[in-house]
């Protein structure tokens, strides 16, 4: 029972270079989440997917764009990447509105 | 807009005692939840407990329980005979009414539990 799977687990970029995270859920969820956790700010949220078909943005959105390609599947992709995009990535989800939400391991992304 | 003040950078607790985590949201809506999540040092955010504001009990799972006072707008996390494993940093999240989970997370509080 896989729940959230993210790839990949580690990345360094370079400023300006371009990449995707992948997401896939196999809890027949309908709504997605990208989150990033910075040292003493929680988590953020950038965009979600409250189903299939919707995207829409969370508090922090600038510099990225998501792509909910099924239901099982939420992708976020950076661009162009900066310095201040450093950051772990976390991907979620969940069923309903009062049920939690479910976190994949996530993603250490780091830009140089 | 919602805000959750977890106000406790830091907590240091000694095996088989108590320990209250402390947490207040602010928000005009009647309906929210209230979520505590744990994060171990390997990173994973793992559920632990949650409240909704019309429950008439507080939650309970287990040694985690948490002590809702709606009036103060507080939802503390109280664990019970801490163990080693407990040491981890803890988020208290509050989901608006809007029928979607996008949980509002509070900068957290990293609890240590020494032998």
């Known amino acids: 029972n896989a729940g959230v799977t993210q790839t990949p687990k580690f990345q360094v970029l370079k400023t300006g270079q371009s990449m995707t995270l992948q997401c896939a859920q196999d809890m027949n969820h309908n709504s997605m989440y990208w989150y990033r956790q910075d040292p003493g700010m929680g988590l953020r949220l950038i965009y979600y997917s409250a189903s299939e078909g919707t995207t829409d943005k969370g508090e922090v959105p600038n510099g990225y764009n998501v792509s909910r390609l099924n239901k099982r599947e939420f992708s976020l992709r950076l661009e162009s990447a900066a310095p201040s995009q450093t950051s772990v990535y976390f991907c979620?989800?969940?069923?309903?509105?009062?049920?939690?939400?479910?976190f994949g391991n996530g993603t250490r992304l780091t830009v140089t | 807009a919602q805000k959750i003040t977890q106000t406790q950078p830091g907590m240091f607790v000694q095996e088989k005692e108590a320990v209250t985590l402390d947490c207040t949201y602010d928000t005009s809506d009647p309906s929210y939840g209230l979520f505590w999540y744990k994060q171990p040092s390997s990173g994973e955010m793992i559920f632990l407990i949650y409240?909704?504001?019309?429950?008439?009990q507080n939650a309970t799972e287990g040694r985690y329980s948490l002590n809702f006072q709606k009036a103060r707008k507080s939802a503390n996390l109280v664990i019970s005979a801490s163990q080693l494993g407990d040491s981890a940093m803890y988020f208290c999240a509050m989901r608006p009414p809007s029928g979607y989970s996008t949980l509002t997370f509070g900068k957290g509080t990293m609890l240590l539990v020494s032998p």
């Open positions: 409240q909704g504001s019309y429950d008439q």
């Open positions: 979620a989800s969940t069923g309903t509105a009062n049920s939690p939400l479910h």
